[in-house]
């Protein structure tokens, strides 16, 4: 029996509905930019594996670093314990955060990443007997699937069921260039009639919003307004972080700068999971009592493991490395080019373009959209590239080591796959 077939037996499927979902793909090695599957066909990994691999899968050196770090440690309690391989990450991290973060806060993965922030925020304030419980997001906002994490992003299939069981949240629109001024009378209100606690926003692209990106001087006004009026900003960057968006982090954009960054995705490399939130000195103070009752008292058993620790070292040394600075632009400038080609494409209807992150809104009907997507998911496979779109949207977050060939078979496919629409 094939894997295909063994695993319908007793597995469970993130984000799946099984009903309608039948084929799952067997996949038995990755390398570089290539995922291979039972059968020996290989794909292009044109997204990743959701934005973690950008260094391409089993990346020797990362290998290597891993590797040695297992004959060392495995895993500790990181209560009362330390060990270099968190130390050494925390100062790499903070090397390439935004100069306020001075905090690394360890913990598993995305939605973690994004529940910790949010804590971060809630506590912040109520250490100081503020009374602040309520969260600003924006409407089509992703950050995870915990509950605090599905409070504050925007309601869909995803977390609809949960609606009731919420943290309190606020939302508004995402800038759109036009929109400013209305946005920021709206939180002004919204701040007066229940104050706010913190905003948690994905900065310039909403990855699950099909890459959706908006206005920076718009969100630098919204940011502004936050800051005045004390409203911690939780920037996260689980998709954004690590180059994706041509810098470090996509804040790096940004005049106003967030008090919470949470990372995790590319943080590891695409080799292990786990989350971090940075913060701000003045966060970390809010924090730092006699009182035992006044500290973050969350904590995850695998929090800081050294081989995610290792791992996540030798991924920030890669993205520091000319190298992969160099790529990361390359990727950009063939991107630009692309969309240059795609300008009058009658199956386009825009097309959004930053760093390595590519994505084209298809100019279709959207009944029977359904099987359509799955099509379009099926025509990539058999050309030999691995994207999912996502509603009517196809993109592309290439590994940064793809080369120009690779890059061009998977514009070719695109162009190929628009024609056939
Ligand atoms: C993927 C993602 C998350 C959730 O991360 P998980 O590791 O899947 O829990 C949170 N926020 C953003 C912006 C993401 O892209």
């Not at 594996?49 to 297992?70: P, R």
């Not at 991924?315 to 790529?327: R, Y």
Request: charged residues 20%.
């Amino acid at each position: 029996m094939s894997l295909t077939q063994r695993d319908q037996k007793h597995i469970w499927h993130p984000l799946t509905q099984h009903k309608l979902q039948k084929e799952i793909i067997g996949i038995k090695k990755a390398k570089g930019v290539y995922l291979t599957d039972e059968e020996g066909n290989e794909y292009i990994d044109a997204i990743s594996s959701w934005y973690t691999s950008v260094y391409g899968h089993c990346n020797d050196f990362i290998l290597e670093k891993v590797k040695a770090q297992m004959d060392q440690l495995d895993q500790i309690v990181f209560s009362g314990f330390t060990h270099k391989p968190a130390v050494e990450l925390s100062e790499a991290l903070i090397s390439i955060l935004p100069s306020e973060q001075e905090k690394i806060f360890f913990n598993d993965n995305g939605s973690t990443a994004t529940e910790v922030g949010i804590k971060m925020a809630l506590q912040y304030h109520f250490n100081q007997g503020n009374d602040r419980k309520v969260m600003l997001a924006f409407e089509e906002g992703f950050h995870g699937d915990t509950f605090g994490a599905m409070s504050v992003s925007g309601l869909s299939v995803y977390n609809g069921a949960f609606e009731e069981h919420f943290i309190k949240v606020k939302r508004i629109p995402v800038p759109n260039g036009n929109n400013t001024k209305e946005i920021l009378q709206q939180l002004k209100k919204i701040h007066e009639e229940t104050p706010l606690a913190g905003f948690i926003y994905e900065p310039l692209v909403q990855g699950a919003a099909a890459m959706k990106m908006h206005d920076g001087e718009g969100l630098n006004e919204i940011l502004r307004f936050c800051k005045s009026r004390n409203i911690v900003l939780v920037a996260d960057e689980v998709m954004t972080g690590f180059g994706k968006t041509g810098k470090n982090f996509a804040s790096d954009y940004l005049t106003i700068q967030p008090d919470v960054i949470c990372m995790s995705k590319a943080l590891t490399a695409g080799l292990l999971p786990m989350g971090a939130t940075s913060c701000s000195l003045e966060i970390y103070n809010a924090f730092y009592d006699d009182e035992l009752a006044k500290g973050l008292f969350h904590g995850h058993t695998y929090t800081a493991n050294p081989l995610a620790c290792a791992a996540a070292l030798a991924g920030v040394k890669l993205l520091k490395s000319k190298e992969i600075q160099q790529s990361i632009q390359l990727i950009n400038n063939a991107n630009t080019e692309f969309e240059r080609t795609l300008n009058l494409h009658p199956k386009v209807a825009e097309t959004r373009n930053l760093g390595v992150i590519f994505a084209i809104d298809l100019n279709i009907e959207m009944e029977r959209y359904g099987s359509t997507r799955d099509n379009i998911f099926k025509s990539f496979l058999k050309k030999g590239i691995y994207l999912r779109p996502l509603g009517k949207t196809i993109y592309i977050v290439p590994p940064y080591i793809i080369s120009k060939e690779e890059l061009s078979k998977i514009y070719k496919s695109i162009t190929e796959v628009l024609d056939a629409l």
